[in-house]
């Protein structure tokens, strides 16, 4: 690279969105935020109850602005790619146009369907292919309830199923395909082969009635040239004056975190910690065992053939309740303040389950931690620090137990642990992960999921060469990364307060 090139990543989360631009230059890439904007569900009643959709329209009309927001802001476009959240897709038909709404995750209309599916084909049969865990909202469950609805024709071969990063870059290039780190969420997709898993679609028609087989577009890795940015849609053009390309990357947000961890060697586990925490290992291979299945413990696709062996744990999401909550009955509370209290706090005093059911929905945390207490006959929390200590402490346990789980499942050796996302700036965390588990924290990049994005859609569109290796060495060169030693002798501490949760 002689003069720096601009790459955008499209990032979409279920509360926000952007667009940002990655400027390549003397081995570095720095980071430009060229549009934010406000996403979310919206209610619609309808003849099944009321049903929760996403305005994929206003989301298509902010990346759009975005991305030539990106080109008047930084310059010409290089390469594009494009991640959201997983498991929700669009129905299109050939012409591109949308054949009904796009359906929230969260919609109630899966409630019930995994037991009806699982009745008819057993679940350990269902994980010894795709290898998911099983949350009602996966997509699979999701194409039952549109068929049940009446929206999912038998048989249908006229529209295709796309998941929100295919369905834009769709619209972008005028392609339909699958990106297969995103697919692999969908539970159709074998986790061995990383191809849709022909039997198992094909028991699903048999037994639930549900013919997805013509629907399913063409899976592509991540890498891949999905097309060029069509010049009727947008006029994009690169540094030479052609078209800009659309790469497929790890469409799944945390695929393109992970493809980010900044890691020397394999010998690592992760968290890719926000308002919740995806705690895991990158492997060769799935584990596909009824041990693993058990544990709840889930095989994602990842970059460069890799397998993202994870469990969803709890994140943030705790923390900010609270906080909204405190200022909501009139405490004016800052986050240095917050973090100067829970610092000072007395260690490991109140430890709670973190992943249990009662801190999942929005409400009064801070009285649900006291219940906890209670009834464990720990002492209640005396105050916001030792509130926040509380839980900060028991997401460290959390990943603790994670960790060890997922290295004792598949046999992989883990040494250090890399911290990737917004939560890598709560600096107690970061430090109790590290005393938790034992292991050396690496805390950074804080935007990883942006950079992933980047990378590969900079190899893709012949910017830069390496593997994932050496993508991570650009990740490392372009990110600050703080480095958290466990505390000596902290270790049988935190013994004593996992039995607490245990017992």
């Not at 990158?282 to 299945?293: F, G, I, K, M, N």
């Not at 009955?329 to 973090?339: F, H, M, R, T, Y």
Request: net charge negative; glycine share 10%; hydrophobic share 45%.
């Amino acid at each position: 690279m002689t003069a720096p090139l601009h790459v955008a990543a499209v990032d979409l989360g279920a509360s926000s969105g952007r667009v940002m631009v990655g400027t390549l230059d003397a081995g570095r890439i720095t980071l430009t935020e060229t549009r934010r904007f406000a996403n979310g569900v919206i209610p619609l009643p309808t003849m099944q109850g009321e049903r929760l959709y996403w305005d994929v329209l206003h989301l298509w009309n902010e990346v759009r602005e975005g991305l030539l927001a990106s080109v008047r802001d930084v310059g010409p476009l290089s390469a594009i790619g494009v991640d959201t959240w997983a498991v929700d897709y669009g129905l299109v038909r050939d012409s591109g146009v949308l054949a009904g709404q796009v359906a929230a995750y969260r919609s109630e209309r899966t409630k019930g369907v995994p037991a009806e599916l699982f009745a008819r084909i057993p679940a350990k049969d269902v994980y010894a292919v795709n290898g998911l865990q099983v949350q009602d909202f996966n997509t699979v469950f999701q194409l039952i309830a549109e068929a049940r609805d009446g929206a999912l024709p038998p048989g249908a071969t006229d529209r295709r199923m796309l998941l929100l990063p295919d369905l834009l870059c769709s619209w972008l290039t005028g392609r339909q395909v699958a990106e297969v780190t995103n697919a692999s969420t969908t539970g159709l997709v074998d986790a061995r082969t990383r191809t849709w898993s022909q039997p198992l679609i094909a028991r699903l028609r048999q037994e639930m009635g549900v013919d997805v087989c013509g629907i399913l577009p063409d899976l592509v890795e991540p890498g891949t040239l999905i097309g060029t940015v069509r010049p009727e849609v947008l006029d994009l053009f690169g540094p030479d004056g052609r078209p800009t390309p659309v790469i497929a990357v790890g469409s799944h947000d945390t695929a393109s975190a992970v493809a980010a961890v900044p890691a020397e060697g394999r010998d690592f586990a992760y968290v890719s910690c926000g308002t919740w925490s995806l705690v895991g290992l990158e492997l060769d291979a799935p584990v596909l065992t009824e041990a693993s299945r058990a544990a709840n413990f889930t095989n994602e696709l990842g970059v460069d053939g890799t397998v993202r062996y994870l469990k969803n744990v709890m994140g943030l999401w705790v923390l900010n309740e609270a906080v909204r909550t405190w200022r909501q009955q009139g405490l004016e509370v800052s986050w240095a303040q917050i973090d100067a209290e829970a610092a000072a706090a007395e260690p490991l005093r109140t430890v709670v389950d973190i992943n249990d059911d009662a801190f999942y929905a929005p409400g009064d945390m801070a009285a649900r931690i006291d219940a906890w207490a209670r009834a464990t006959g720990q002492p209640l929390p005396g105050g916001i620090g030792q509130y926040v200590r509380c839980v900060n402490e028991s997401l460290a346990l959390a990943y603790r137990r994670a960790v060890r789980e997922a290295s004792a499942l598949s046999g992989h050796e883990v040494r250090v642990l890399h911290m990737v996302g917004g939560g890598t700036a709560n600096s107690l965390l970061c430090q109790m992960a590290a005393d938790a588990t034992g292991l050396t924290v690496l805390a950074g990049p804080k935007e990883g999921t942006a950079l992933g994005n980047m990378v590969v859609a900079a190899r893709g569109a012949g910017l830069i060469e390496g593997d994932l290796s050496e993508l991570r060495s650009l990740v490392r060169a372009s990110s600050e990364i703080t480095t958290y030693t466990p505390a000596p002798c902290s270790a049988a501490a935190w013994d004593a307060a996992e039995q607490r949760i245990l017992s």
